[in-house]
């Protein structure tokens, strides 16, 4: 054997794994492309000069709070502290959705990758509450450990270089950690995760249903808690042989990969589940898309070459991964086990998890729009639609993922607590209150679109799914206020907001 052949079978471990790293950055594009495309479409409502949370707000705080711009950009890093305004954040976003665009199509190399990993840390980090998610944290640090996995500059779908081993064996550690995160979490939780009953209500009480979700939430019991019983095995069993010999692997990919699939199917989780496959998929080597994959990636196998550069890199991206996970490995092992949180500000080795507790009941607020000067008994109040949370109980609920309506989702927080607890909804009031085109861009209809309302007010609703075969899909029963009925006239309401400084 020459010294070249086994460095290579030292460089892949035996294996191929050229497809699987085609596979891998094709769904990577994709979800950049949705997650991007969420960001152009949304962001400068939601974080702009004039958005609910204005992210120069954040900012300054939290230079203020540092001491020094130096100290908040190392805390924080992102390249908005190089110049923030509303045409920086659309600009940004449309960038990075292009780029994604030509990963999906094929052509990605380490530079583009790094670029997309740099544009979209930028934004989850004055993204505030409306990036608060796992799934933001997870995208960087798969997006991150994708750099690694090709050459520098060669734009080809197949590059003469293979993917490091040491790469896709850090994928399957992402994964693992993904999944005994989610399962303990779990199990540490809510009381029904272990006398498998969190189902009987998820399916309802979940943050954006689909349609499916009613037909699944009025199944039997039984199959609700084999469901529980399922997700346990796949989540706490199945990753350890993530790590085995290949048949296994494959055996385990396949169901790590077909579980995810069958949770896209049941409701709308924005692309969480569509960047959760991307680990998973490091578990097969190119024996396994032997069998499946279309001849003219089957051809593309027998041009690998190994580098000893790109090596050298992985082999220090790994030890940079293995100091980076004491803290996260440390959190999973712990009675008080934080779920969804970072340990270093570039967000590249993090702790995951997900429905650590369950809600047995669902509460929605609708929000209310009159033209009457006077409130009065007869006062006829019209309602706001939005796109994706339940509303109208005669509406269809909408299949959007892995798109995600970001304001839907923080109003299924806000349910759970207070105004004070989420004061940008009275920023969102006075929006409606002055009929904001960017503001209403995030909804699905406007009730007013002659002249904005005069009063707007929100209340509580309790939301039950109707069975199926009832022509409506929701059955609600009103419990009361959340805000009350707030006018742009209003002295106390305007002082309240110019404290926050939101009002110009």
């Known amino acids: 054997m020459t010294n070249e052949e086994f460095f290579g079978k030292v460089f892949t471990g035996g294996n191929s794994y050229c497809v699987t790293r085609f596979v891998i950055l094709r769904l990577l594009g994709f979800v950049y492309a949705v997650a991007f495309l969420v960001a152009a479409q949304q962001l400068v409502p939601l974080v702009g000069e004039?958005?609910?949370?204005?992210a120069r707000h954040f900012l300054t705080a939290i230079e203020s709070?540092?001491?020094?711009?130096?100290?908040?950009?190392?805390?924080?890093?992102?390249?908005?502290?190089?110049?923030?305004?509303?045409?920086?954040?659309?600009i940004s976003s449309w960038i990075g959705f292009a780029l994604s665009l030509v990963v999906l199509a094929g052509y990605a190399n380490a530079?583009?990758?790094?670029?997309?990993?740099?544009?979209?840390?930028?934004?989850?980090?004055?993204?505030?509450?409306?990036?608060?998610?796992?799934w933001e944290t997870q995208l960087l640090e798969t997006g991150f450990l994708s750099i690694f996995l090709c050459p520098l500059l060669d734009l080809r779908p197949f590059p003469k270089r293979p993917p490091p081993l040491l790469v896709i064996w850090l994928f399957r550690w992402l994964g693992f950690r993904i999944m005994i995160?989610?399962?303990?979490?779990?199990?540490?939780?809510?009381?029904?995760?272990?006398?498998?009953?969190?189902?009987?209500?998820h399916y309802e009480t979940q943050p954006i249903p689909n349609p499916i979700s009613r037909y699944l939430h009025f199944a039997p019991h039984w199959f609700h808690k084999f469901g529980t019983a399922w997700n346990h095995f796949i989540e706490l069993i199945v990753p350890w042989?993530?790590?085995?010999?290949?048949?296994?692997?494959?055996?385990?990919?396949?169901?790590?990969?077909?579980?995810?699939?069958?949770?896209?199917?049941?409701?709308?989780?924005?692309?969480?589940?569509?960047?959760?496959?991307?680990?998973?998929?490091?578990?097969?080597?190119?024996?396994?898309w032997r069998r499946i994959a279309p001849v003219f990636l089957v051809r593309r196998m027998r041009d690998a070459e190994p580098s000893r550069l790109q090596f050298a890199?992985?082999?220090?991206?790994?030890?940079?991964?293995?100091?980076?996970?004491?803290?996260?490995?440390?959190?999973?092992?712990?009675?008080?086990?934080?779920?969804?949180?970072?340990?270093?500000?570039?967000?590249?080795?993090?702790?995951?998890?997900?429905?650590?507790?369950?809600?047995?009941?669902?509460?929605?607020?609708?929000?209310?729009?009159?033209?009457?000067?006077i409130i009065t008994g007869d006062t006829r109040w019209k309602e706001y639609e939005f796109k994706a949370k339940p509303g109208d109980p005669s509406l269809r609920p909408p299949f959007i993922a892995p798109y995600q309506a970001r304001i839907d989702w923080q109003i299924w927080f806000a349910a759970m607590a207070s105004p004070a607890e989420y004061p940008w909804t009275l920023h969102f009031v006075w929006e409606l209150l002055h009929n904001d085109p960017a503001t209403l861009s995030l909804l699905g209809s406007n009730p007013f679109p002659e002249a904005p309302p005069h009063f707007v007010?929100?209340?509580?609703?309790?939301?039950?799914?109707?069975?199926?075969?009832?022509?409506?899909?929701?059955?609600?029963?009103?419990?009361?206020?959340?805000?009350?009925?707030?006018?742009?006239?209003?002295?106390e309401f305007r002082r309240l907001l110019a404290t926050m400084n939101w009002l110009d």
């Open 50 to 54: 004039h958005g609910l949370t204005p």
């Open 65 to 90: 709070q540092l001491g020094s711009r130096a100290a908040a950009a190392i805390q924080l890093p992102t390249l908005f502290w190089f110049g923030l305004s509303d045409q920086a954040l659309s």
């Open 111 to 134: 530079l583009i990758l790094a670029v997309l990993w740099i544009i979209y840390m930028s934004i989850v980090h004055v993204g505030q509450i409306w990036y608060g998610y796992g």
């Open 181 to 201: 995160g989610a399962g303990l979490i779990k199990l540490r939780g809510d009381p029904c995760w272990r006398d498998l009953t969190c189902l009987y209500y």
């Open 241 to 288: 042989f993530s790590f085995g010999p290949r048949h296994v692997r494959h055996v385990a990919g396949l169901l790590l990969v077909s579980f995810q699939i069958v949770l896209i199917i049941s409701g709308n989780l924005s692309f969480l589940n569509y960047v959760t496959i991307i680990p998973f998929l490091a578990c097969f080597d190119d024996t396994f």
């Open 313 to 373: 890199l992985s082999a220090a991206l790994s030890i940079l991964v293995v100091y980076l996970s004491i803290a996260p490995v440390t959190n999973l092992i712990s009675n008080r086990q934080l779920m969804n949180s970072s340990f270093d500000p570039f967000n590249l080795v993090n702790t995951y998890g997900a429905f650590g507790s369950v809600g047995r009941e669902r509460d929605e607020i609708i929000f209310e729009g009159t033209d009457d000067a």
């Open 457 to 491: 007010r929100a209340r509580l609703y309790r939301y039950q799914f109707a069975p199926p075969g009832d022509p409506a899909w929701w059955k609600r029963e009103s419990i009361g206020q959340w805000l009350p009925a707030l006018s742009a006239d209003d002295t």
